[in-house]
């Protein structure tokens, strides 16, 4: 058999920032990996979670010999380490055929498949293009018509995104290709409130997609409108095979929009949890604030649930209606419902976003104001970043708001300028903003109870992130 490595390159080969440098889970590639291994001998290589170096790296891909590697690549922000991974993997034997897929590539394939070292680029859900690729590569049919990216002589061919209609067909991740308790025994990053509720815990995600179409969100491009789901049962029956190998204790949704999936999926998976004594805590990172009621909440409590992150994004009714978009009619009722939430003893964490092109600085205020009222345990605030492939990068390429290089946006620092603030205004406000609600004298020791660290430890971390704002 021919022999493949699924990789994820180390983000430390070209920054080591805190607040966006982190684990990423494997389950991406044991998928993948799960999905070609009776056709190819398969090897992953998680350079970023065991921090390899580049000679390390290099010696690993030398040793293997492999004839395919494939890179996944979660963010545009580290989309640099593909180019040096490729580069890696060229330069230790040019004939090995390199694929590259995840957000990066599926958002941003107009940039990645100019280098000249990738041979495919895969778009959208790969599960099976990437095994119709291998197939036809190990010299059996033909290659595939949707999910690809590739160069033919000077042209470039661009196929239709692949989307898995059926994700209850797609096999478990390949577990056993990789070391999973050193996986299951560390948080993704160092620090944060969306701590495990208790280790070993498992990060899963058991949809695709979100019908929503927020300006800022770059699903609707990788996964689409239409919301699939696994098969409830088979989701119990893998936590159930973790829970009895690994001794699984908590779990971590990271679904994008959980309670969307029809045939009320999430209902009947909370069910099945507690019928068959599941018995796992955990927290959805994720979940529509207006979906929630008080049966579904008691149903949530009861199948293990500790916590739930909202995503309410704006404090002003324009912004979250003209320019993200957001389905939320009345925020009048956002207080209540989490008054709803923190009634079943569940923490609430919220996210909001500030500096949208069109976003005038008092209803960014506006913003503000909101998320210190609005009653939530924690409050996230994040700067709009115009990702590729979202409404919010047309509207700030066109008009011309962009600040800085599109190709290298980060998470952490404004982007986008207008006529009454700038980025640099932006992502002071957000910086200081954040530090005076969450860690008032008031809030800063529930604060050190979501996070899992003393209070002096925060201090800590809150000296690092003022420290290391670039101004």
């Known amino acids: 058999m021919k022999k493949m490595v699924f990789a994820y390159p180390n983000q430390r080969w070209i920054k080591n920032d805190p607040n966006t440098t982190w684990d990423l889970y494997p389950s991406t590639l044991c998928l993948l990996a799960a999905m070609v291994r009776d056709i190819v001998d398969v090897k992953i290589i998680d350079a970023h979670f065991y921090n390899l170096s580049q000679d390390e790296f290099k010696k690993i891909i030398g040793d293997y010999s492999p004839d395919y590697v494939s890179f996944s690549i979660l963010t545009s922000e580290y989309g640099e380490t593909l180019d040096i991974g490729v580069s890696i993997v060229k330069n230790v034997n040019p004939n090995i055929i390199v694929i590259a897929g995840g957000v990066h590539v599926t958002t941003n394939y107009e940039h990645v498949v100019k280098s000249s070292q990738i041979d495919y680029c895969v778009r959208g859900e790969g599960e099976y293009v990437l095994r119709d690729l291998i197939t036809f590569l190990n010299g059996v049919g033909t290659l595939p018509k949707v999910g690809l990216v590739y160069k033919n002589g000077t042209d470039v061919i661009v196929q239709e995104r692949a989307i898995v209609d059926d994700l209850s067909k797609i096999p478990w991740p390949a577990y056993d290709l990789i070391d999973l308790n050193a996986y299951l025994t560390k948080p993704l990053r160092d620090f944060g409130p969306q701590r495990a509720p208790e ?204 600040s800085g290089d599109s190709d290298s946006l980060s998470w952490r620092y404004g982007s986008i300028t207008s006529n009454e603030w700038t980025s640099k205004d932006v992502s002071i406000l957000r910086a200081y903003e954040w530090d005076r609600i969450n860690f008032s004298r008031e809030k800063i020791q529930r604060t050190a109870e979501l996070w899992g660290l003393s209070i002096e430890d925060l201090q800590k971390i809150r000296k690092i992130t003022r420290d290391s704002l670039k101004i």
């Open 199 to 402: 280790y070993p815990c498992l990060n899963i995600v058991t949809t695709r997609g979100c019908p929503f179409g927020c300006s800022f969100c770059q699903v609707e491009q990788i996964n689409g409108k239409k919301v699939r789901s696994r098969d409830p049962e088979d989701v119990i029956n893998e936590l159930l095979f973790l829970k009895a190998k690994y001794g699984l204790k908590s779990l971590i949704f990271l679904d994008d929009n959980l309670l969307m999936a029809p045939n009320k999926y999430a209902e009947k998976l909370f069910t099945r949890m507690i019928e068959r004594n599941l018995n796992l805590k955990w927290i959805g990172m994720a979940f529509a604030l207006f979906l929630l009621n008080d049966e579904l909440l008691e149903l949530m409590r009861k199948s293990g649930c500790v916590g739930i992150n909202v995503a309410i994004e704006s404090g002003n009714e324009r912004v979250l209606k003209e320019i993200i978009y957001k389905p939320i009619k009345d925020l009048k009722k956002v207080p209540e419902i989490i008054h709803k939430i923190k009634s079943k003893n569940l923490f609430c964490i919220a996210n909001f976003v500030i500096g949208f092109p069109g976003e005038t600085w008092d209803e960014i205020r506006d913003t503000i104001k909101f998320a210190e009222g609005c009653g939530a345990d924690y409050i996230k605030i994040f700067i709009a970043v115009p990702l590729k492939g979202t409404k919010l990068y047309k509207i700030a390429s066109e008009n011309g708001y962009l």
